[in-house]
């Protein structure tokens, strides 16, 4: 296993254009989740899928950004029409059912809006 | 609401002992965790409470009072690689998300 795996790892953008972020996750955890972080500060939760159906999402994330797990397995997080204010490392993290194992995060994608 | 504190920065010398505090406010609670992240890195999981009462891990060991809304992360004999942000998460009523906290710099000089 070869832990959770986001792409890409560094991706710098003008303002205004769409990105796109994978997450690929330990493939027998049932549950995704998308944490965005900037510097200084804990991860901030965006979003948390169950298979592929997307159960819950922050306040934080507004129209612009969409997340997707089409087949239960990779997730996709889109941002459109990016802001500067979207500048942030953006974490992917999986889990099996069961509370104390915890998340297991990927090395995220750290998002530069210039 | 959700309001969760740790102290922002803390320093210790090799081979020392340090307590990490965290004191948390939320509507919900579900456990609480703590997390390691190194600079550049993903967050490694420490440690996870739901009973109060101290976990102990190896050098590590982590307490939780549910009554107090209070936890401490301990860590004992340190190394300089220890030096890291520490994260306090609260998992909410849900299950399906952790809270986190800004976490705590700790900077270990020999």
């Known amino acids: 296993d070869t832990g959770v795996s986001q792409d890409p790892r560094h991706k710098i953008t003008k303002r205004g254009q769409n990105v796109t972020f994978r997450c690929d996750p330990i493939s027998e ?33 507004s129209d612009r950004f969409s997340a997707e797990r089409p087949k239960g397995s990779f997730s996709t997080l889109e941002i459109q029409r990016t802001e500067q204010g979207d500048s942030a490392m953006y974490l992917c993290a999986s889990s099996l059912e069961g509370f104390n194992y915890g ?9 530069t809006v210039v | 609401g959700q309001n969760i504190d740790q102290p922002t920065e803390m320093t210790a010398t090799e081979g020392a002992i340090v307590q990490i505090n965290c004191t948390y406010q939320t509507s919900g609670f579900n ?22 009462g101290l976990e102990e891990k190896g050098r590590f060991s982590s307490f939780l009072s549910r009554s107090k809304g209070y936890s401490y992360l301990l860590l004992k004999e340190l190394q300089m690689k220890d030096s890291a942000s520490y994260l ?21 000089s020999s």
């Not at chain 1, 998340?103 to 998002?111: A, K, Q």
């Open chain 1, 103 to 111: 998340y297991t995060f990927g090395s995220g994608t750290r998002l």
């Open chain 2, 31 to 52: 456990g609480l965790f703590w997390y390691q992240q190194h600079a550049g890195e993903a967050p490694t999981f420490l440690s996870y409470n739901v009973l109060d």
């Open chain 1, 29 to 61: 955890h049932n549950r995704l989740y998308w944490y965005r972080q900037t510097l200084g500060q804990g991860p901030e939760f965006l979003t948390y899928f169950q298979n592929e159906a997307q159960l819950e999402k922050s306040r934080l994330l």
């Open chain 2, 88 to 108: 306090c998460a609260v998992l909410n009523q849900a299950g399906t998300a952790l809270i986190f906290g800004k976490g705590t710099t700790l900077s270990v």
